[in-house]
Nanobody
Framework: QVNVVESGGGSVQAGGSLRLSCEFSGYAGACMGWFRQAPGQEREGVAR????????FYIDAVKGRFTISQDMAKNTVTLVMNSLKPEDTAMYYC???????????????????WGQGTQVTVSS
């Protein structure tokens, strides 16, 4: 079992930035990603990255504003969020899959390990 711990959430005004970090207690797999769930909405994928960082994937809503990266030495994945909007407000979850990113896409049941989430609140 791999433990996943997120950190870095908080409250910011629109246009601000936040940096989320996710630490894995062991080998997390071939694909690591961030999901989010806003109140009353289903959880959605936001960004994912292949192990080693060669490929990244983003949903259209965050392209050009969010950047996902990996530090293999520290076994961490980071999500830098710039130009935040109120609609980015959500609980953000880090997850990983033992399967490659190109296969798992955004399907939650393809991800094996999940963190408890960190809250991001963006005020207008």
């Amino acid at each position: 079992q791999v433990n996943v711990v997120e950190s870095g959430g908080g409250s910011v005004q629109a246009g601000g930035s936040l940096r989320l970090s996710c630490e894995f207690s062991g080998y997390a797999g071939a694909c690591m990603g961030w999901f989010r769930q806003a109140p009353g909405q289903e959880r959605e994928g936001v960004a994912r990255i292949t192990y080693g960082g060669a490929d990244t994937f983003y949903i259209d809503a965050v392209k050009g504003r969010f950047t996902i990266s990996q530090d293999m030495a520290k076994n961490t994945v980071t999500l830098v969020m710039n130009s935040l909007k109120p609609e980015d407000t959500a609980m953000y979850y880090c997850a990983s899959s033992l399967r490659p990113c190109v296969f798992v896409e955004w399907r939650e049941d393809n991800y094996n390990y999940w963190g408890q989430g960190t809250q991001v609140t963006v005020s207008s």
